[in-house]
């Protein structure tokens, strides 16, 4: 099985030596950059093919990647499975990260009700070290005795609560290497109809305790440059609906923060992953879910009969928790894990309708928007 890298992957290695002549009319700082990104994406691919396909995998020391060297490439191992076979390979579209496995420690928010419970147990029957939390732990009852759980009180909103939840599980485990943000509500009313109190507790649930989980369990991960950090939105934070509109406030909220957060951590070894379900037999829209207490005639037909819908489907949804967390684990422990997981028909289907959606729009609008610049013939400079 001695044979060298594909021309292709050889070609891409040293073209991207250098800025690429198809970038010159960018910024010299953003040659750079997008001259990078390639070459350490090419240098993946290299590392990954190198290693599953060669008896002695090639010194690839002397091209330029990452900059702490080699090290981050040669931490592909033969046990991932190739995303091509023969021929030229295509390049991947992440850099290589340490992989999760069967014994890495999951620390999960929410889990007294579905996926984030439905993930405790199919984790914990496989094996795996899982802390498992809930702002009640009287509805943990069933993890209790097993060893490989550690069960915590956890209200995501308290600051104190977090903090000592994750010392608890760095003490027990020695670290954490994934992180699933799952604690979340719902919250059915018209814009109008909102009421402050709900929106804000939402939001401090939805979004701010995301928040403090990730800046809680970060350190831990920078220091050992590698963790996964997976951020429970919905197909509601690609796409609103009426009567959940602050609802999809929080989510959208969620993969703007996601977004940012895997451009700033996956150099570091981290990875992000958002995951956005449509509906599912859980308790989201049952007692996770309040509804305001004003309800405005003129919204009936709008959001006061999808909020009728909503509830009127509530465990009888298409989605099927079970799969769901299935698809969660072997995306999260797959070796290429993507930014996005859409879960379900109806978020799929979503999505793409709402990409075609957003293009028409901008394509229709296209002259306006390109407008809005000073002129090019003022070379850079303002008119």
């Not at 001695?2 to 040659?31: M, V, W």
């Not at 496989?126 to 209790?144: I, K, N, Y």
């Not at 020695?174 to 814009?191: E, K, M, Q, R, S």
Request: net charge neutral.
């Amino acid at each position: 099985m001695a044979r060298s890298l594909p021309n292709i992957l050889k070609r891409s290695l040293s073209f991207f030596q250098a800025p690429s002549p198809c970038l010159t009319t960018l910024p010299k700082r953003r040659q750079r950059r997008e001259t990078a990104i390639c070459r350490s994406r090419t240098l993946a691919t290299a590392a990954r093919w190198s290693v599953q396909h060669t008896d002695a995998p090639e010194d690839l020391s002397s091209f330029r990647g990452w900059p702490d060297g080699r090290e981050r490439l040669t931490t592909v191992t033969a046990a991932q499975p190739s995303r091509f076979t023969d021929g030229d390979a295509p390049v991947t579209d992440q850099p290589v990260h340490p992989s999760i496995t069967q014994q890495s420690v999951w620390f999960i928010t929410g889990c007294s009700t579905g996926f984030g419970r439905e993930m405790a147990k199919q984790l914990l029957a496989r094996g795996s070290p899982v802390v498992v939390t809930a702002r009640d732990p009287a509805d943990l009852s069933e993890f209790a005795t097993n060893k490989q759980a550690l069960v915590l009180s956890l209200d995501v909103t308290d600051a104190a609560q977090v903090t000592a939840a994750v010392a608890a599980a760095e003490a027990r485990f020695g670290h954490i290497d994934v992180l699933v943000n799952n604690a979340g509500i719902g919250y059915f009313a018209a814009v109008e109809e909102g009421e402050d109190a709900e929106i804000r507790r939402m939001f401090d649930i939805n979004v701010f305790g995301m928040g403090a989980m990730i800046r809680a369990v970060l350190p831990g991960m920078r220091k050992r440059r590698q963790g996964f950090i997976a951020n429970v939105a919905s197909i509601g934070g690609l796409r609103s609906f009426p009567a959940v509109g602050w609802y999809n406030a929080t989510k959208f909220a969620v993969e703007g923060l996601s977004a940012a957060l895997w451009q700033e951590v996956e150099p570091l070894g981290i990875r992000v992953m958002v995951i956005e379900p449509s509906g599912f037999r859980t308790d989201w829209a049952g007692r996770s879910a309040n509804e305001s207490k004003v309800q405005i005639a003129d919204y009936a037909a709008t959001a006061g009969k999808r909020r009728e819908g909503i509830r009127a489907i509530s465990g009888h949804q298409a989605g099927d928790p079970v799969r769901a967390v299935e698809a969660i684990i072997k995306a999260v422990e797959g070796p290429s894990p993507p930014h996005h997981l859409l879960l379900g028909n109806e978020a799929f289907d979503g999505a793409i309708a709402t990409l075609a959606e957003l293009r028409d729009n901008f394509v229709a609008w296209e002259a306006v928007s390109r407008g809005a610049d000073f002129p090019a013939t003022t070379a850079g400079r303002a008119a």
